[in-house]
């Protein structure tokens, strides 16, 4: 019994994977590069550096510590990292997450961006809106629609054909700096207008006022590190939860009707599953003979429980999109995928209750999918 249940789990890894690769262009590693003249319809990629010289055709998601995109995208790319050089040409929209964040090259719509340091250089050219929030935010490169920051120093400084919004401690407009639309910005002084910066729309000011108590300073800065670690995991998560629901759309799907329909069978295999099978794969690690199966079973337990916290989010939105829709089947699609991840972050965040019911999910999540992958390595 202890021995299937380890073998099963490992398994799950190496049946579950080779789905991907019919969809789209999964790689993961240390290092991982896409070379000048690689033409890859969709690529998702998670390594320690990596980098695209190549043809996307489709979608970029990346994570990383240090991430450089200098090939060209054709739709939208989501970026989460350390350290970012985005100097390509990418199609649609581009998010990104990171600590340096520097955008040189080309976007055809919005961008948004929640960093340390943002730096969108001179010669970059953005097509829609800018959205970005950071520690300091440069603009040197040309932005087609709106620009929204807000940011402890911001410089703008190139041409911005739409509004401009800014709250921050300190502004500068720089002397390249033409703001078509209007101005308006909180700051504790007024702006730095340099020589030949222009607003040809209405410049609106308001003085942000200093804190009267300085104790609160530090709870302030605390409270809004906090808003960028959790901004970065919410989108790590998201990514990883719109990736497997659309890639794998008939399998999300049929997980989702199996846990709507069999809620209190899969709540059950759920914690069982969680109950029994690290003991089993402690057992077989202690022995003499099955030190590698408890191996696996560790590593398998592992994977299934990191994978149904993302399920639990797919399955919840199905289930919300389902009852504010009045629809009559259960559906996977990117609205349902998104509102799930943010209601079941949002609520687990409360408290006890909110604790509780995220643990509830979790283990629906797990009974289902137990069940699933066991049934396709029983029938492979």
């Known amino acids: 019994m202890i021995q299937r249940i380890s073998t099963f789990l490992f398994a799950v890894v190496i049946a579950f994977f080779p789905f991907a690769s019919m969809a789209a262009d999964l790689r993961m590693g240390e290092q991982v590069s896409i070379k000048k003249g690689d033409n890859i319809r969709d690529v998702y990629i998670a390594g320690g550096d990596v980098s ?5 055709g489709g979608d970029f998601l990346a994570a990383g510590g240090n991430i450089s995109l200098v090939g060209n995208v054709s739709d939208d790319a989501a970026v989460v990292g350390g350290s970012l050089t985005l ?12 600590g340096d964040v520097f955008i040189g090259g080309t976007v055809m719509d919005d961008v948004a961006a929640v960093g340390g340091q943002i730096h969108i250089v001179s010669g970059a050219e953005i097509g ?25 120093e911001v410089r703008i400084d190139d041409v911005i054909l739409g509004n401009v919004d800014i709250k921050a401690d300190k502004v500068t407009l720089g002397s390249s700096a033409i703001i078509q639309g209007n101005f308006t910005y909180t700051a504790r002084e007024e702006a730095v207008i340099e020589n030949g910066a222009v607003v040809a729309g209405e410049v609106v000011f308001t003085e942000r006022m200093h804190s009267p108590v300085k104790t609160k300073e530090p709870k302030a800065f605390l409270a809004g590190l906090f808003g960028v670690f959790f901004a970065i995991r ?11 629901g659309l890639l794998f759309t ?18 059950m295999r759920g914690l069982v599953v969680l109950i029994v099978v690290p003991i089993a794969s402690f057992l077989l690690l202690v022995s003499l003979v099955g030190t590698v199966l408890g191996g696996m079973g560790f590593l398998g337990f592992l994977f299934l429980v990191g994978l149904a916290k993302i399920y639990a989010s797919i399955i919840f939105g199905a289930w919300l999109q389902k009852k ?10 990117w609205k349902s995928i998104v509102g799930g991840v943010f ?11 909110g604790w509780i019911f995220g643990f509830l999910m979790l283990l629906l999540s797990l009974g289902t999918l137990s069940r699933l992958m066991y049934e396709r390595i029983v029938n492979a």
């Open 128 to 152: 829609g809106d800018v959205v970005a929030a950071g520690g300091r935010v440069v603009v040197e490169g040309t932005v087609g629609g709106d620009v929204r920051i807000v940011a402890g």
């Open 343 to 353: 209601a079941l972050t949002v609520i687990t965040m409360i408290p006890v209750v």
């Open 250 to 267: 008939k399998f999300s799907e049929k997980a989702v009707k199996i846990a709507m329909n069999e809620t209190g069978k899969e709540f």
């Open 52 to 56: 695209s010289s190549g043809d996307i």
């Open 324 to 333: 504010i829709m009045k629809t009559n089947t259960y559906e996977v699609q």
């Open 87 to 98: 100097t390509g040409f990418i199609g649609d929209d581009l998010r990104v997450v990171g």
């Open 234 to 244: 919410f989108i790590m998560f998201l990514v990883a939860a719109l990736v497997l």
